[in-house]
Each structure stands twice: as C-alpha cells, then as structure tokens.
Nanobody
Framework: QVQLVESGGGFVQPGGSLRLSCAASGFTLDYFAVGWFRQAPGKERERLSCISSSDSSTIYADSVKGRFTISRDNAEHTVYLQMDSLKQEDTAAYYC??????????????WGQGTQVTVSS
C-alpha cells in the first residue's frame, strides 16, 4: 500500500527551528518530485517548496524563501524541510506530496496525513 508519512512537527517558539521529514512506504520517493505544503485553519493550502528528482532543483514560495530549505536523501529515501526563523504565521498543518513525475511541474499524486507545526511564545 502506498503511503507517505510526515514527521518532525511540534511546538516551537518564534525564531526557532524544526526539521520535517517525509518518507514513503510501498514505493520509493527517489524517482518523483516532492513538495511540501501547509494549511492553516480557514486558509487555503499553500505550496511551500518542491524538489525535483531529476537534478534536485528546488523552488520556494516567497513566504518561506530564505528561511526554509528542502532537501532529499535518496540513500534514506526521505525528503526534508528544514524550517528556520519560524514565525507565528508559520503555524499550520504541514503535508508532503509526491508529484506524478520527476519535476515540480507535475500535479501531485500522493499525500501524507500531515504533521502539525505550532509557533508560539
């Protein structure tokens, strides 16, 4: 059964850091672009970042550019989202998703169940 699992969420003070992980079962992430998204209550889902599998090129939303870093470790079959300088407005449920292909131009096919990130003093 195909499944994506996010981990690493939690509670952090403003200015702090968290690293989210995205792992798959039933298939390997290595051949697909992977995106990170978030959704806060009452807001639309937002794509934060994506990393391709072809050349590990990355894209970022303006809201997180310079603070978040996406990376992938094919040896561990995991994609990470390093989140630094966290702000209260980063509070949301965070999801990873795999694209239908190897670049970030594709639509997203499989989604994880999400991990909550809460930034508060």
């Amino acid at each position: 059964q195909v499944q994506l699992v996010e981990s690493g969420g939690g509670f952090v003070q403003p200015g702090g850091s968290l690293r989210l992980s995205c792992a798959a079962s039933g298939f390997t992430l290595d051949y697909f672009a992977v995106g990170w998204f978030r959704q806060a209550p009452g807001k639309e889902r937002e794509r934060l970042s994506c990393i391709s599998s072809s050349d590990s090129s990355t894209i970022y939303a303006d809201s997180v550019k310079g603070r978040f870093t996406i990376s992938r470790d094919n040896a561990e079959h995991t994609v990470y989202l390093q989140m630094d300088s966290l702000k209260q407005e980063d509070t949301a449920a965070y999801y990873c998703a795999t694209a239908y292909g190897d670049t970030c131009d594709y639509e997203y096919e499989y989604w994880g169940q999400g991990t909550q990130v809460t930034v508060s003093s």
